[in-house]
C-alpha cells in the first residue's frame, strides 16, 4: 500500500531522559507524554553495586551526565531530563542544583532531575508536609528526608521496603499498602518515591481513597519536564496532572483551587518503618 500521501510523520519535540542503568518502566514514561512529544532515552553505565547511597552517588556523577547528555544531543530533544530520585537527592539540595547546571552545560538545554521536580511539584500543590513511601533501605529514605527537610518540608508520616533489587517488580497492591500505613491525619499530600517503582494506575486509586493529591518520582519528572516545553503531562484523574481532578483538593491553608500555571520557558526488605 503507497502511503506516501500521509507526507511523513507528525513533527515531535523531544524529551531527553537520563536514567540509571537498571531502570526498566520506560513504558510508564510514556503513559504521562502527549502524542506530539517523543521521549529519548539513555542510561548510565553499569555499576555492580545494588540499589544504596553509593549508587546514587555513582549514577549521578557529574562526568557521567555529561557523556549522557551529549549522547542524547544526536536525538536534538528540547529539555532533558535526569529520571532517577536518590540520585538526585543524595547531594541535598546544592547537589541538586549542580547536576541541573552540569546537565545545561553539556547540552545547552533546559535541565530537570526527578528531586528537582518534587520539589516544584509540592510547591505548585502548596503541600508542606508530607506522607513519604519508598522502596529503598533506611539510610536512603533517611537521606530523602533530610533532602526535604533542607526545603522546608516535613515528613508526617513514612513507610519503606528495604529493597536494593528488583524494585520494578514491585505490584501495586505492595505500593497502596504502604500508602495506607504512611498517611496520618497532618499530611497534605503523599509522595512515592523512586522513578523504578510502578505508580502510574494506583495514583488515582490512592486519591480517592485518602482524600489528598498523590504524586510520584515519574510523574513529577515528565511534568516538570513537559512544562519546560509549554505543555502538559497526561494523567487523567491525578490531581497534579488534570485539572478537573485538581479541583478536588483545596491548596493547603490558602483554600485556593484549580489547575496550575504553566511556568514561562526557562534560559532485600525491612518492613514497614
Known amino acids: 500500500m ?5 507526507g511523513g510523520p507528525q513533527p515531535q519535540r523531544g524529551v531527553g531522559v537520563v536514567a540509571p542503568f537498571d531502570f526498566a518502566l520506560d513504558r510508564e514514561l510514556w503513559r504521562w507524554v502527549p502524542d ?3 521521549l529519548h532515552l539513555t542510561r548510565t553505565p553499569f555499576v555492580p553495586v545494588e540499589v544504596s547511597l553509593d549508587l546514587a552517588r555513582l549514577v549521578s556523577e557529574h562526568e557521567t551526565l555529561d557523556e549522557a547528555v551529549r549522547a542524547l544531543g544526536a536525538a536534538e530533544p528540547q529539555v532533558i531530563a535526569y529520571a532517577c530520585t536518590s540520585g538526585s537527592f543524595v547531594g541535598g539540595i546544592a547537589g541538586e542544583r549542580a547536576m541541573c547546571e552540569a546537565m545545561r552545560r553539556a547540552g545547552e538545554l533546559p535541565s530537570v532531575t526527578t528531586s528537582g521536580a518534587l520539589l516544584e511539584a509540592l510547591t505548585d500543590l502548596g503541600a508542606r508536609r508530607i506522607a513519604l513511601v519508598t522502596p529503598y533501605t533506611r539510610s536512603v529514605t533517611e537521606s530523602l528526608e533530610e533532602y526535604l527537610a533542607e526545603a522546608g518540608i ?3 508520616g513514612r513507610a519503606y521496603l528495604g529493597l536494593t533489587r528488583h524494585i520494578w517488580k514491585v505490584p501495586y497492591r505492595d505500593v497502596a499498602d504502604m500508602a ?3 498517611v496520618g491525619d497532618a499530611a497534605d499530600a503523599l509522595f512515592i518515591s523512586c522513578t523504578n517503582l510502578p505508580t502510574y494506575d ?3 486509586q490512592l486519591e480517592a481513597e485518602l482524600h489528598m493529591p498523590v504524586i510520584s518520582a515519574n510523574q513529577v519528572t515528565m511534568w516538570a519536564a513537559l512544562a519546560r516545553l509549554g505543555t502538559r503531562a497526561v494523567g487523567p484523574y ?3 496532572l488534570d485539572p478537573a481532578a485538581r479541583r478536588q483538593w483545596p491548596v493547603p491553608e490558602t483554600g485556593l483551587q484549580g489547575p496550575p500555571e504553566l511556568p514561562e520557558l526557562p534560559e532485600g526488605q525491612e518492613g514497614w518503618a
Open 154 to 156: 516535613a515528613v508526617t
Open 180 to 182: 495506607r500505613a504512611a
Open 2 to 6: 503507497d502511503v506516501s500521501f500521509l
Open 238 to 240: 491525578q490531581a497534579l
Open 202 to 204: 494506583v495514583i488515582p
Open 36 to 38: 506530539d512529544i517523543s
